[in-house]
C-alpha cells in the first residue's frame, strides 16, 4: 500500500482538462512544499513533469500545472493529447528519516 | 546532455546478491546525490534509499535497511546498488536517478534494470 493515495485512473477527451489528486498526511504533502509529479509511459522511465508543487522543468508543456490545498496535491492536464496518455506518480519529500514516499500512479487514458 | 546508464537485465536464484551499475555522464557526478527506486511489474514506485557521490554517506529505506548497500567509484562517475538475500517479491525494474537541488525531485532518471529472482 502507498502512502500517497492516487485514483487508479482518470481519463478525458482530447482537448479537455483532467486534474489527478494526490492525498497525503501533515509529514508529507501538507509539511513540505517538494511535491514532484512524474509521467511514465509503457516500458519507460519516469520523467520529471512538476516539482515544488507547482513549478515545471524546462521542456515541459505548460499545459501541466501542479498545485496544492492542505494534505492533497493535485496534478492538472489542459487540452489533452494522446501523447499524454501514460500513467502518473506523485512523490513527497517526507523528512530526513522516511525521505521521500510515493503515490501508487494513475493511470490517464485519452479517449 | 545528463545521462544516466544503468546495466543489463539480471536473472538471480533465491538467497543471492544483485549488483546493479549506475553511470553518469554530462555533469559533475560528486555534486548530485544519486537515489534507487524499484518498481515491480505493474506496481507503483517504491524509494529504496539515497548516496552521496562526495561523501559515500548513504540512507536507506527502513523496508532495506541490512539488505541494501549503495556504493560509488567517483574515478568512472558510477553508482552502485547491491540487494542481498534476494527473495521473488524483489522482482522488479531497479531505476537509479539524480536527486535536484530540491530535496526529494529526481531528473533525470536512468533506464531501468530488470533484476529476475527465480529458482
Known amino acids: 500500500q502507498s502512502a500517497l493515495t492516487q485514483p487508479p485512473s482518470a481519463s478525458g477527451s482530447p482537448g479537455q482538462s483532467v486534474t489527478i489528486s494526490c492525498t497525503g498526511t501533515?509529514?508529507?504533502?501538507?509539511?513540505?512544499?517538494?511535491v514532484s509529479w512524474y509521467q511514465q509511459h509503457p516500458g519507460k522511465a519516469p520523467k520529471l513533469m512538476i516539482y515544488?508543487?507547482?513549478k515545471r522543468p524546462s521542456g515541459v508543456p505548460d499545459r501541466f500545472s501542479g498545485s496544492k490545498s492542505g494534505n492533497t496535491a493535485s496534478l492538472t492536464v489542459s487540452g489533452l493529447q494522446a501523447e499524454d496518455e501514460a500513467d502518473y506518480y506523485c512523490?513527497?519529500?517526507?523528512?530526513?528519516?522516511?525521505?521521500?514516499?510515493f503515490g501508487g500512479g494513475t493511470k490517464l487514458t485519452v479517449l | 546532455q545528463v545521462q544516466l546508464v544503468q546495466s543489463g537485465a539480471e536473472v538471480k536464484k533465491p538467497g543471492a546478491s544483485v549488483k546493479v551499475s549506475c553511470k553518469a555522464s554530462?555533469?559533475?557526478?560528486?555534486?548530485?546525490?544519486i537515489n534507487w527506486v524499484r518498481q515491480a511489474t505493474g506496481q507503483g514506485l517504491e524509494w529504496m534509499g539515497w548516496?552521496?557521490?562526495?561523501?559515500?554517506?548513504?540512507g536507506y529505506a527502513q523496508k532495506f535497511q541490512g539488505r541494501v548497500t549503495m556504493t560509488r567509484n567517483t574515478s568512472i562517475s558510477t553508482a552502485y546498488m547491491e540487494l542481498s538475500s534476494l527473495r521473488s517479491e524483489d522482482t522488479a525494474v531497479y531505476y537509479c536517478?539524480?536527486?535536484?537541488?530540491?530535496?526529494?525531485?529526481?531528473?533525470?532518471w536512468g533506464q531501468g534494470t530488470l533484476v529476475t529472482v527465480s529458482s
Open positions: 536517478a539524480r536527486e535536484t537541488a530540491v530535496a526529494g525531485t529526481f531528473d533525470p
Open positions: 515544488e508543487v507547482s
Open positions: 554530462g555533469y559533475t557526478f560528486t555534486s548530485y546525490d
Open positions: 548516496m552521496n557521490p562526495n561523501s559515500g554517506n548513504t
Open positions: 501533515s509529514s508529507d504533502v501538507g509539511g513540505y512544499n517538494y
Open positions: 512523490s513527497s519529500y517526507a523528512g530526513s528519516n522516511t525521505y521521500v514516499v
